[in-house]
């Protein structure tokens, strides 16, 4: 989609690539016209180097020995290289909307990707050992959670543009346009999320199983949940399992990283993936503009060995409080209060449907007990026991001032 990967200079400058050129074109004949000034600039040496590449010449360099002195550039080739670096010379330009790195989202690297895909390029998955590209990534909860907000909003710009995986014209694959729909829409799954594991456990310990007026608003709204219903949603959620195992053996991942996985794709999706789909709204309404911080990456160098797995770490443990984590701790503390009062009352005995939704409630929890730790930061190493404690009493108290509200 982008993001580790190498593209090719013919391809960045909006071409077809050479299967869909007219027929008699393969030396670059007609291609050429992209060198034009409107498009591309006005630097004469890189329009040359662009012609250069379009018609698959090879360019002539100066060869030097090991032995000889660094090749010197002149006043006049300095001062091009300035103009070409500048944010100016893009102007008047067609770079960020037919070629170059797509502008209008901060995920550029996905819409550079459909628009050369849009022309007919074709992409090719590599493997190489050693890793061909290696990299760092934020360690801290707080950093991780920015950067998946960065990457959710910026797929839901591109669903809002003309890059539209549906609408956009093209030499797509249907398929293709499945694969970008699928890496658009994503965010949007917050919002089942949270109502399948926030509001309906919510309502139902409010309205106490439909004893009240409330109950019986929300009796009409949520329909019991049928024998043929839990056992569709108990299939789909096996299947999808099934298919995420099958992937994980097929790319070489452990399982216990696929399940690592699946914990922090459910804390993500109930915070930055909502808080992504409001900033777009509001964008896409009011004409916001997303605004978004860089992420602090976690140095792969260290300088001793002594230290060197302390402060490498040491942002692990880090807890920053933000807005992200808010609808998340809401979430946890809702199914966990399900949880008990379930058992408290002895409704899980009412039933299937009564069973299925506390093993709901308890497969929520279990997906977001590393969210726990990680907010108690350093103590989750030594009180992780203590957490569980603390949380059972909580809840306990919070089930008991239910019930007299409710009384």
Excluded at 116 to 124: E, L, P, V, Y
Aim: charged share 15%; proline share 4%; net charge neutral.
């Amino acid at each position: 989609m982008g993001t580790g990967c190498v593209f090719r200079r013919a391809a960045l400058y909006g071409v077809d690539p050479p299967l869909w050129r007219p027929h008699g074109d393969d030396a670059g004949k007609g291609v050429a016209t992209g060198t034009e000034a409107d498009k591309l600039g006005v630097s004469t040496p890189f329009l040359r180097s662009v012609h250069a590449v379009l018609t698959n010449q090879s360019e002539q360099w100066d060869t030097v020995s090991i032995s000889s002195p660094p090749c010197s550039f002149d006043a006049a080739a300095i001062g091009e290289a300035t103009a070409l670096v500048s944010c100016g010379y893009e102007d008047g330009t067609t770079w960020g909307w037919d070629i170059g790195w797509m502008y209008g989202t901060v995920t550029e690297d996905v819409a550079t990707s459909f628009c050369m895909h849009r022309r007919g390029w074709r992409s090719a998955y590599c493997a190489t050992a050693p890793d061909a590209f290696r990299g760092t990534a934020p360690i801290n909860l707080t950093d991780r959670l920015y950067q998946v907000l960065r990457w959710a909003a910026g797929s839901l710009e591109i669903l809002f543009s003309r890059n539209n995986a549906l609408l956009a014209g093209g030499r797509l694959h249907p398929l293709q346009r499945l694969a970008y729909l699928n890496t658009t829409v994503y965010p949007f799954t917050s919002i089942f999320l949270i109502a399948y594991c926030g509001v309906f456990p919510a309502i139902q310990l409010v309205t106490g199983n439909g004893a009240t007026t409330g109950g019986a608003f929300f009796s009409i709204i949520i329909r019991p949940l049928s024998a043929t219903y839990i056992a569709f949603v108990a299939a789909l959620m096996l299947t999808l399992a099934m298919v995420a195992v099958l992937e994980a053996r097929w790319s070489g991942i452990a399982l216990v990283d696929w399940w690592r996985n699946q914990q922090f794709w459910m804390v993500s999706s109930t915070g930055a993936y909502l808080a992504a789909a409001v900033q777009v709204a509001l964008k896409v309404a009011a004409g916001k503009e997303i605004s978004f911080k860089l992420t602090s990456k976690q140095s792969a160098t260290s300088t001793s060995a002594a230290s060197s797995v302390k402060d490498r770490f040491a942002e692990l443990y880090a807890v920053r409080w933000t807005v992200l984590m808010v609808p998340t701790a809401v979430v946890l503390a809702v199914n966990l209060t399900s949880m008990v009062a379930a058992m408290e009352g002895g409704s899980w005995r009412d039933g299937p449907m009564a069973v299925f939704a506390l093993a709901f409630n308890a497969y929520v929890v279990v997906h977001l007990y590393p969210f726990a730790l990680g907010l108690m930061g350093r103590w989750s190493n030594t009180l992780s026991p203590l957490l569980v404690l603390v949380a059972f009493f909580t809840v306990r108290l919070l089930c008991f001032v239910l019930y007299l509200h409710m009384f």
